[in-house]
């Protein structure tokens, strides 16, 4: 089956670090989402992806930036990791006129 | 205007009893409304979702309700079993308008086996 994948799948990190994480996916969508999970807060939207040349802040996009290297690929950044990132990462996909979306498999992201 | 709001935040049920979420919502021009269901370690997955020109969908033992008038929405589960313990989330969006889904913010239901 056609793919949204996360990498890396865990990741502990120290406050002031600068960390990458990577969203993959094989089903041709154009949007691409990330989202942040905490718990009794949701998800919550940081940036989404119309295609390689449209980014978008959502809800919570300070302290993080992305990268849309290609339609496939959509990478989060944390310039300066703090504690108060620690949280559960998710990318997601959708195709432009269809509304469901595709969650990888997320990112559980520590900051000491 | 762009939240939506999930209640209970966790719901314990009997193996075989009705598990209900509720969600309300405030912006009207939502006109898709979805629910999500997370497993332990999984990213969300599409459970079932309505348009606000039906009342009702239901899709096996899941059936979303849906009130336009009192802009509320609910997932019934009948027959409730172990294997539908997760988290769910209600949400809303209007894909036409600016492409964001809204997402309560989730319910974390136990079946009791």
């Known amino acids: 089956d056609a793919d949204v994948t996360q990498t890396p799948r865990n990741r502990i990190t120290k406050t002031g670090k600068r960390i990458m994480l990577e969203c993959s996916q094989t089903?041709?969508?154009?949007?691409m989402y990330w989202y942040r999970q905490d718990p009794g807060l949701g998800l919550r939207l940081i940036y989404y992806s119309f295609d390689v040349k449209d980014i978008n802040k959502g809800e919570i996009s300070d302290g993080y930036s992305v990268s849309r290297q290609a339609q496939a690929k959509f990478s989060l950044s944390l310039e300066s990791a703090i504690p108060n990132q620690t949280a559960l990462y998710f990318c997601?996909?959708?195709?432009?006129?269809?509304?469901?979306?595709?969650f990888g498999p997320g990112t559980r992201l520590t900051v000491l | 205007q762009q939240q939506v709001k999930q209640s209970p935040q966790s719901l314990i049920v009997q193996k075989g009893g009705i598990s209900i979420i509720n969600c309300a919502y405030e912006n009207t021009a939502f006109d898709y409304f979805p629910w999500y269901q997370q497993f332990p370690g999984k990213g969300p997955a599409l459970l079932i979702a309505?348009?606000?020109?039906?009342s009702e969908k239901k899709e096996g033992r899941f059936t979303i309700s849906f009130n336009k008038s009192a802009k509320q929405f609910s997932l019934h589960i009948m027959d409730s079993q172990p294997g539908d313990s997760a988290t769910y989330f209600c949400a809303a969006s209007n894909m036409n308008r600016d492409d964001k889904i809204i997402f309560g913010k989730g319910t974390r239901l136990h079946i009791l086996p």
């Open positions: 309505i348009r606000p020109d039906v």
């Open positions: 997601a996909t959708r195709q432009g006129g269809i509304n469901e979306q595709f």
């Open positions: 089903k041709g969508h154009d949007r």
